[in-house]
């Protein structure tokens, strides 16, 4: 099943392997300066399952295939230079920025973020006259619900809008 809600990952350190497999699942990858991924399995002569199977499909080819090859580590800036990190902040402040994200997104419609989301993934392997007519289908479906009415009414009154996801 697909988890409908955004997923937040914080990185603070190590992480590799498996949980580099996790992180990268997430939609938002908040790290910490002191963060470092890697997939040393080559290093140990054994395979990778979330290196070939997420790394490889969050980043160019030719950078997954340096890390995953060499088993070298990637440090938080670079990979927030490759886009596998939306942001890196002081080790002291990760908490606090992952938690100022969240209320920002908690500001937002819980069912509009659910659509967006849905359509994002759902199209991933379709054609784009597919992910147009999905995104169609889910937007006309969100249209009909209270927040989209509270939202529309809030924006018109120029006062901000309480979601209540329905």
Not at 118 to 133: P, Q, S, Y
Not at 136 to 164: C, M, Y
Request: with cysteine.
């Amino acid at each position: 099943t697909q988890m409908v809600k955004p997923i937040i990952a914080a990185v603070n350190g190590f992480c590799l392997a498996q949980g580099g497999g996790i992180a990268l699942a997430s939609d938002i990858r908040i790290a910490s300066e002191n963060a470092q991924f890697g997939w040393p399995q080559t290093k140990r002569g054994i395979g990778s399952v979330s290196g070939p199977c997420m790394l490889a499909h969050r980043i160019p080819l030719n950078l997954a295939f340096e890390f995953l090859f060499t088993g070298d580590m990637i440090g938080a800036q670079r990979a927030y230079e490759m886009g596998m990190v939306n942001m890196v902040v002081p080790h002291d402040e990760l908490m606090a920025a992952v938690d100022g994200f969240v209320q920002k997104l908690l500001q937002n419609a819980p069912l509009a973020m659910r659509a967006i989301k849905e359509v994002a993934v759902r199209g991933l392997n379709m054609r784009l006259e597919d992910r147009v007519r999905l995104a169609g289908i889910v937007n006309r479906r969100l249209q009909r619900t209270e927040d989209a009415h509270e939202g529309i009414s809030a924006f018109a009154e120029k006062r901000t809008p309480v979601f209540k996801g329905r």
